[in-house]
């Protein structure tokens, strides 16, 4: 039962490069999201999508890109990275409008140097 | 824009002990929702609210969706070593069912 897989679960990056971080899941579900979590604090919403082909800006877009192709697949992309996106960067998935069960995935945990 | 407080940010208690912790928005809510995180994981749905004045449990967790539609509340009783963690409110934002915003969280430490 994988559900909501995120990779890698770790990275540096160096300032001013570029990197996508991958999220999938196996749910089957239609809306998927995208959160960061500073330390010492709570989520913030980065982008969402609700289906394949549709996706939309959350609280803190700024310095970010995503696509869904895919039901399955929602990555996150990062260009020229600045050291204010280190951070844990959470990938969530939901079945239903409005759904409640969001399902987050591991979390993958930037440093940009 | 739109804000969840949590209170208290953080908690030290004795195992055995109840716990109780609430989150308040400046706006109204349709749903509450309740996660705890463990150190180094993504958060885990704990409870879900979808009406005003509802009280649901899972196990030794209660929660409450304030008749204000502004507030919930969240209570463990007899505490374990194992409910150490963060536990977060969250709730759809005004402008979208899609979109839910987080509050900043309140640390749970138990002391066996």
């Known amino acids: 039962n994988a559900g909501v897989t995120q990779t890698p679960k770790f990275r540096i990056l160096k300032i001013g490069q570029s990197m996508t971080l991958q999220c999938t899941q196996d749910?089957?579900?239609?809306?998927m999201y995208w959160y960061r979590q500073d330390p010492g604090m709570g989520l913030k919403l980065i982008y969402y999508s609700v289906g394949a082909g549709i996706t939309d800006k959350g609280e803190v877009p700024n310095g970010y890109n995503v696509s869904r192709s895919t039901t399955e697949d929602f990555p996150l992309r990062l260009e020229l990275a600045a050291p204010s996106q280190t951070s844990v960067y959470f990938c969530?998935?939901?079945?239903?409008?409005?759904?409640?069960?969001?399902?987050f995935g591991q979390g993958t945990r930037l440093t940009v140097v | 824009g739109q804000q969840l407080n949590q209170s208290p940010q953080s908690m030290f208690i004795q195992e055995g002990e109840d716990v109780s912790m609430n989150c308040t928005s400046s706006?109204?809510?349709?749903?509450w929702l309740w996660y705890k995180q463990d150190p180094g994981e993504g958060p885990v749905l704990l409870i879900a609210l979808y009406k005003a004045g509802e009280l649901t449990s899972n196990g030794r967790l209660t929660a409450q969706f304030g008749i204000t539609r502004k507030d919930s509340f969240l209570n463990i009783s007899a505490s374990i070593p194992s409910d150490v963690g963060i536990y977060f409110c969250?709730?759809?934002?005004?402008?979208?069912?899609?979109?839910?915003?987080f509050g900043t969280g309140t640390r749970l430490k138990v002391l066996a």
């Open positions: 969250a709730g759809p934002t005004t402008s979208g069912t899609y979109k839910y915003i």
């Open positions: 706006s109204i809510f349709n749903t």
């Open positions: 749910m089957n579900h239609n809306y």
């Open positions: 969530a998935s939901s079945y239903r409008t409005g759904s409640a069960e969001a399902f």
